[in-house]
């Protein structure tokens, strides 16, 4: 639930705003996908080796670099297409990419370089990359998305949606993600555009999986009323997913046993279809449950609401419990029974006077 709200606050109309879809978030999603998977079909089938000769030698750095960012770029540019009627959602995603790149290259770079010097022992041994992993690079990576998400977007009026979560959660990590890829393209380099693609590829979709896991935890403690210990437990799940997936990464990239150098694609792919799968399970459950709180809502304002006399009229009528009964025929007028009685005492008078000429008539005969 949103800061400074409380229950009294709360309408349905604002319960269904939550609810609203971003069916283009799930589209960039999917179409980052398939780039990756046309990425990877590519590389196997040796298109990309086929266009290396034409690459002048001078530009290799300039392309490395170009390719660190291409993941985000290509998301950043389908969302911004798709959502052109949203200018405050669109100006969030890039400034949340730009602001967490930075942040990345001025703490978390600096820290894992220099202070810990991971470059040193990290993939010495199985256990030292793992722990390394778990201690070091999770902690700093997801610790730094946390704090952009936390306090750049969180009490902000743009985060409207349960589903904006995800949106911020990917847009933040694929910041991490191009500084990463960026690291890679000077210690060592990438062998080929192959290799380059590849390992940019893999990045992209595993950072943009963790990040939507991160953001979505988010969104349940704003638009819900979850235990103190709800969001930290929620980060330590995504330390651990993230030691997890980037160390059996490195050690399928390193055994690639099942198709040569796609073995870490197909990994990366399945765990990211998986990730926005169950997400988007999750969210829709969570938003039949608010529409579930916006009819209740609604039918608690309707019984404390006074209801007018002529709506329980018209009610009663529609149903058939109130039948229209024809009007009674109006009285005979005043004119009609007054000469109706006239009428009627000439006629007697007639009549007796009859009967008694009669009589006299009778007795003089008698005499």
Do not use: C
């Amino acid at each position: 639930m949103p800061p400074n709200v409380s229950y009294s606050d709360i309408r349905a109309d604002d319960l269904r705003n939550v609810t609203r879809g971003r069916r283009s978030f799930w589209f960039s999603i999917l179409l980052m996908a398939a780039l990756a998977i046309l990425t990877g079909v590519a590389v196997f089938m040796g298109w990309i080796a086929s266009l290396e000769p034409l690459i002048p030698e001078q530009f290799w750095s300039a392309l490395q670099m170009a390719l660190a960012a291409t993941p985000a770029v290509i998301w950043l540019a389908v969302f911004a297409l798709l959502t052109y009627k949203k200018e405050a959602l669109r100006r969030t995603t890039f400034l949340l990419w730009l602001v967490t790149a930075l942040l990345y290259l001025v703490t978390v770079a600096p820290l894992l370089a220099h202070v810990f010097e991971i470059n040193d022992w990290l993939g010495v041994f199985w256990w030292s990359e793992l722990a390394g992993r778990f201690l070091v690079v999770a902690p700093l990576e997801m610790f730094l998305i946390y704090l952009v998400l936390r306090y750049g977007v969180y009490p902000a009026a743009v985060f409207q949606t349960r589903t904006d979560g995800a949106i911020f959660g990917v847009a933040a990590a694929l910041g991490v993600a191009t500084m990463v890829n960026l690291a890679a393209t000077h210690a060592p380099g990438f062998a080929d555009l192959g290799q380059g693609l590849l390992f940019v590829s893999e990045m992209a979709l595993g950072y943009a999986a963790l990040g939507a896991w991160l953001g979505y935890l988010l969104s349940q403690v704003r638009f819900k009323r979850t235990n103190i210990f709800y969001l930290a437990a929620g980060l330590f799940l995504a330390i651990i997913f993230h030691a997890l997936f980037f160390f059996l990464l490195s050690f399928i990239n390193a055994r690639n046993d099942f198709l040569p150098s796609l073995d870490g694609l197909i990994f990366s792919g399945l765990f990211a279809l998986l990730s926005f799968l169950l997400l988007y399970w999750r969210i829709r459950q969570g938003n039949k449950a608010f529409m579930h709180m916006a009819s209740l809502v609604e039918i608690k304002n309707e019984a404390a609401s006074p209801r007018s006399m002529l709506e329980d009229v018209v009610q009663l009528v529609e149903s058939n419990q109130l039948e229209v009964r024809p009007s009674p025929p109006p009285p005979p007028s005043l004119n009609s029974y007054e000469a109706g009685d006239d009428a009627d005492e000439l006629e007697n008078l007639k009549q007796s006077w009859e009967s008694l000429i009669a009589e006299q008539e009778a007795d003089d005969d008698a005499v």
